[in-house]
């Protein structure tokens, strides 16, 4: 895992943390969020404190994936090729958007626009204002939804 963000600092939903989210979204949905890689693992025994937690362990990351989803259904079957690319680490991001191209009868090209339009759009600011089609015809966008 390349990237790690702190559970309390994904607000925005930026795009690096939407592809990063995605990969961990099964982790998510289950109320576990992944440990930070660059720790150490080194506690301190000698120092005790009691830390108390508003709310259950769960709700953190059971709330990041249901605002996650929530977004991706709005962008539907865009949405969910983003969610395809993005859900594992493949070796080569080009071969899976071309083999979904071929599945789905599509150009490479289109496949590689529609994702883009999903990404933008699941990590916007304007997506409560305007439904995923709406954000596409804005004319701002990379592909016409037809």
Not at 15 to 41: C, D, F, H, M, T
Not at 47 to 69: C, V, Y
Request: charged share 25%; proline share 4%.
């Amino acid at each position: 895992m390349k990237d790690w963000y702190n559970p309390h600092a994904v607000t925005k939903f930026t795009k690096a943390q939407v592809k990063w989210l995605i990969s961990v979204l099964p982790l998510l949905r289950n109320g576990s969020y992944p440990r930070n890689p660059k720790e150490s693992g080194y506690t301190d025994t000698g120092i005790k404190s009691r830390q108390f937690k508003a709310g259950a362990s769960f709700e953190i990351p059971a709330s990041i994936a249901a605002e996650l989803d929530i977004r991706i259904q709005r962008a539907g079957a865009d949405g969910l090729m983003l969610e395809f690319l993005y859900a594992f680490e493949p070796a080569d991001e080009l071969f899976v958007m071309e083999h979904m191209a071929q599945c789905l009868n599509l150009e490479r090209k289109e496949v590689t626009q529609r994702i883009r339009n999903a990404l933008g759009y699941v990590s916007g600011n304007g997506r409560k204002k305007n439904s995923y089609s709406q954000y596409v015809k804005d004319g701002r966008r990379y592909l016409k939804v037809k």
